[in-house]
């Protein structure tokens, strides 16, 4: 069954490969991917494991990854709710519904702490339909600290209206009815991070990376109440509400000129998704800011589109499905005669 896993994605890799010319492959997502370059492969001392969540029904993503990035981590492991041998998975004891990720999500770094440790100076987590270009993470790595906590995203803020409604939906409209100690955490979140317009966090799909110390320091956390133990929150924003009780917030990975090296959209998206600050219902609101947008999303850090979008040694791009992800990879490595 693995030679003949092995064989399939050889395959597709030739049938990428025979295609109309790759850039032709890639359509609209070209003008953000020609603005980044693969970075040289740098010495083995910066260790990362990559930890990819993916579910039964989207496995084949899963081979599509191990076949192009994945390749190139230390070590490459896939959480899924059931266990698959022949990539392999590991199977975690959790709903796989977008409800339930910050469970999922909580018994994966204890797994992860359990089995590894500090094994590797950094953990890159990711979605299966994410591309990574690791040779450039690892390349980031390099000027950070891995003794210390760090957490390296793509920012983005939840704002305060967004971070109380989200609660007061799991408490019957009101934050009255929550445990004590657990309100008295998402009152004081409130009021920090409302000056910065909100709570800033790293979103699951761009990917993310965290330092060995961030992992210890987020499972001896778990149950605390500012952890959020059993809510039912999206695990990307409730990771960063958790730490920044220990005064961590995610490291600004922009560039000098601003733009971004991690990415949470396609790259045909953040080329051309429109920077228009009147693109509005100027009948329901008064500022684009008061809905959920791009710049909702960015309030307070800001964004850029067209040839400032993506910063050349990107680390990582979202939405990248098999078999775009085969054309990606044929894109920044291409095969040798």
């Given amino acids: 069954m693995v030679l003949q896993t092995v064989l399939t994605w050889a ?40 930890w990819v969540n993916t579910y039964d029904a989207n496995h084949a993503r899963a081979q599509s990854i191990k076949a192009t990035w994945g390749r190139r981590c230390d070590k490459i492991v896939f959480m899924s709710n059931v266990e698959d041998r022949d990539i392999p998975t590991v199977r975690v004891v959790a709903p ?17 702490w359990r089995e590894y440790g500090d094994s590797y100076d950094w953990i890159f987590k990711c979605d299966d339909d994410t591309y990574v270009l690791v040779d450039n993470l690892r390349h980031l790595l390099a000027s950070y600290d891995p003794t210390q906590p760090l957490l390296l995203g793509h920012r983005m803020t939840l704002q305060w209206w967004e971070l109380r409604r989200q609660f007061e939906w799991l408490h019957t409209g009101t934050l009255e009815r929550m445990e004590p100690a657990r309100r008295r955490a998402v009152e004081e979140t409130l009021e920090a991070t409302r000056a910065q317009g909100g709570l800033y966090y790293t979103p699951g799909g761009g990917g993310y990376a965290f330092s060995a110390p961030y992992l210890k320091l987020l499972v001896e956390s778990l149950d605390e109440p500012y952890c959020l133990p059993d809510e039912i929150v999206p695990d990307d924003w409730a990771i960063s509400f958790c730490m920044r009780h220990h005064g ?8 000098a000129q601003r733009r971004e090296r991690f990415h949470q ?5 953040i080329y051309f998704e429109p920077h228009d600050p009147e693109a509005f219902d100027h009948t329901v609101y008064t500022s684009i800011y008061q809905e959920n947008n791009w710049f909702s999303d960015h309030f307070g850090i800001g964004w850029q589109n067209g040839s400032n979008c993506a910063a050349p040694d990107t680390v990582s791009f979202h939405y990248i499905k098999p078999p775009l992800m085969e054309v990606v990879e044929a894109f920044y490595y291409p095969p040798t005669p």
Avoid: F, M, N
């Fill in 11 to 50: 395959l597709v890799l030739l049938q990428v490969q025979a295609a109309p010319g790759v850039r032709t492959q890639l359509g609209r997502h070209v003008h953000a991917l020609e603005l980044v370059h693969a970075l040289p492969s740098t010495d083995a001392s910066v260790k990362v494991l990559c």
């Fill in 96 to 112: 796989p519904t977008h409800l339930h990720l910050w469970q999922k999500h909580r018994d994966i770094v204890r797994v992860l």
């Fill in 265 to 269: 959209y396609s790259p045909e998206r």
């Fill in 248 to 255: 961590i917030e995610p490291v600004d990975t922009r560039d």
